[in-house]
Nanobody, 127 residues
Framework: QVQLVESGGCQVQPGGSLILSCTASEFPLEYYPVTWFRQAPGTEREGVAGFSDGDSSGETYYADFVNGRFTISRNNDRTTVYLQMNSLTPEDTAVYYC??????????????????WGQGTQVTVSS
């Protein structure tokens, strides 16, 4: 059974930084598209950053609100996907999820196109 596991969420002050991690059992992350989503209370789940596919030269995507503050990356053996988040604001407060899919999504930030999800990790930005 495929299981994605996120970690790294916590409370941080405005302007601070966090690194979220996503690992998977029974799913080779290095071969497939992986995207970070987030969901704040009362809002829809939205795409944050993603890899188009598992190829080392695969294109990356970022939501407009990221505005250069976040970076998605993989570790050297490509079994973990990271989301480096800098210059955090209270508006970044949400549960962050990683999602994976066997096929390249038609739209990288469409949450309905991903079949595999983690349980989420809470990020709270407040002073």
């Amino acid at each position: 059974q495929v299981q994605l596991v996120e970690s790294g969420g916590c409370q941080v002050q405005p302007g601070g930084s966090l690194i979220l991690s996503c690992t998977a059992s029974e799913f080779p992350l290095e071969y497939y598209p992986v995207t970070w989503f987030r969901q704040a209370p009362g809002t829809e789940r939205e795409g944050v950053a993603g890899f188009s596919d598992g190829d080392s030269s695969g294109e990356t995507y970022y939501a407009d609100f990221v505005n250069g503050r976040f970076t998605i990356s993989r570790n050297n053996d490509r079994t973990t996907v990271y989301l480096q988040m800098n210059s955090l604001t209270p508006e970044d407060t949400a549960v962050y999820y990683c999602a994976a899919e066997l096929m390249i999504p038609r739209r990288w930030n469409d949450n309905t196109e991903y079949d595999y999800w983690g349980q989420g990790t809470q990020v709270t930005v407040s002073s």
